[in-house]
């Protein structure tokens, strides 16, 4: 059985940083590429970062460019996002997803949640102005 728990999240306020973490077990973690989404009340899922399955390409919007590192340890299990200079508009729940469709190692730009799936439950991150 596939588990993937995010942890991580919490109150920042703006200009701050925030890392957060996504342990995956009960799949091959190094065959996947991996991505992180957000979603706010009443808005859309946003891919916000995706990353190889070896870790050697990546790929963001232009919303967090510059400012979101997404990172893995394959060792462990485990996908970062390192999030600096925070803004209000940031403020959402945070999933990680393995990319399960159309190579599934693949990162190529900016993750689209429907070729994504084995979604964790997700870790709040709110921004104050």
């Known amino acids: 059985q596939v588990q993937v728990v995010e942890s991580g999240g919490g109150l920042v306020q703006a200009g701050g940083s925030l890392r957060l973490s996504c342990t995956a077990s009960?799949?091959?973690?190094?065959?996947?590429?991996m991505g992180w989404f957000r979603q706010a009340p009443g808005k859309e899922r946003e891919g916000v970062a995706c990353?190889?399955?070896?870790?050697?390409?990546?790929g963001y919007p232009d919303s967090v460019k510059g400012r979101f590192t997404i990172s893995r340890d394959n060792a462990k299990n485990t996908l970062y996002l390192q999030m600096d200079s925070l803004k209000p508009e940031d403020t959402a729940m945070y999933s990680c997803a393995a990319r399960i469709l159309y190579d599934r190692g693949a990162c190529t730009g900016p993750p689209s949640g429907i070729t994504y799936g084995y979604w964790g439950r997700g870790t709040q991150v709110t921004v104050s102005s």
């Open positions: 009960g799949l091959p973690f190094d065959s996947y590429a």
């Open positions: 990353i190889s399955a070896s870790g050697g390409s990546t």
